[in-house]
């Protein structure tokens, strides 16, 4: 199973800002849709952002909208998402995968990362 590595989170208090990463190796990330998900306690994992290969405008959940934005890191393999002006209910675990989706055939959810955002 291929798993995507998730790093950048952290604790943050409401209103600042955080830029995760997903990284992969073995494969190259920009020949994918790359999915953003997070997963709150007591809730559903949900798609809050994707970026495509054909070029489309990126996806972002209403929740998200105007305050985070995805992007590839070109040459280093990786996937970012900035995260500005955090609130409280962005407070969940954050993962990546290799389509807008969820993971594909052959991949699993890797460990995700953490974001928490308190005063």
């Known amino acids: 199973q291929v798993q995507l590595v998730e790093s950048g989170g952290g604790l943050v208090q409401p209103g600042g800002s955080l830029k995760l990463t997903c990284a992969a190796s073995?494969?190259?990330?920009?020949?994918?849709?790359i999915g953003w998900f997070r997963q709150a306690p007591g809730k559903e994992r949900e798609g809050i952002s994707c970026i495509s290969t054909r070029g489309r405008a990126p996806y972002y959940a209403d929740s998200v909208k105007g305050r985070f934005t995805i992007s590839r890191g070109g040459s280093e393999n990786s996937v970012h998402l900035e995260m500005n002006f955090l609130k409280p209910e962005d407070t969940a675990v954050y993962y990546c995968?290799?389509?807008?989706?969820?993971?594909?055939?052959?991949?699993?959810w890797g460990q995700g990362t953490q974001v928490t955002v308190s005063s």
């Open positions: 073995g494969f190259t990330l920009d020949a994918y849709d």
């Open positions: 995968a290799a389509d807008c989706s969820g993971p594909p055939q052959h991949h699993s």
